[in-house]
């Protein structure tokens, strides 16, 4: 059985937004920017909650890479129970969801690019 992935986007971190069009969108939230988001050149984000099939997650992770706005430091995700596609600019972390060293390297890559450390807080999934 095939498990789709599922994340966010958000509309303004994109240079190419054509791209959503060629992505399952599930649901669409607009979030007021506040200070704490430290992005003072936006009045507001759009956050598109989005399905991906899994034969679909490498090709659409990269395709999201290119996209991503290249001035301005973003990031995209989505997961499944398994993996857990986190997407920068230019670079890819394509991360087994039980492996807190990979977590940690696509975090302080995010960090380093000036992207607030709250808004990079990925963590392992807890074994049951």
């Not at 920017?33 to 399905?51: D, F, G, N």
């Not at 034969?55 to 290119?66: D, H, Q, V």
Request: hydrophobic residues 40%; glycine residues 4%; positive net charge.
């Amino acid at each position: 059985m095939t498990k789709n992935f599922t994340g966010v986007v958000i509309k303004e971190s994109l240079e190419r937004p054509a791209l959503l069009g060629k992505i399952t969108i599930t649901k669409t939230k607009v979030e007021k920017i506040t200070a704490r988001h430290q992005t003072p050149w936006l009045k507001k984000w759009t956050l598109h909650s989005i399905e991906v099939p899994e034969g679909e997650a490498e090709i659409i992770a990269k395709k999201l890479s290119l996209a991503l706005d290249s001035r301005h430091s973003w990031y995209a995700d989505f997961k499944n129970d398994k993996i857990h596609y986190i997407i920068f600019h230019g670079r890819v972390f394509k991360i087994n969801r039980r492996s807190a060293k990979q977590y940690a390297e696509a975090k302080q890559y995010g960090i380093s690019l000036g992207i607030p450390a709250y808004q990079v807080n990925f963590r392992p999934m807890i074994k049951k």
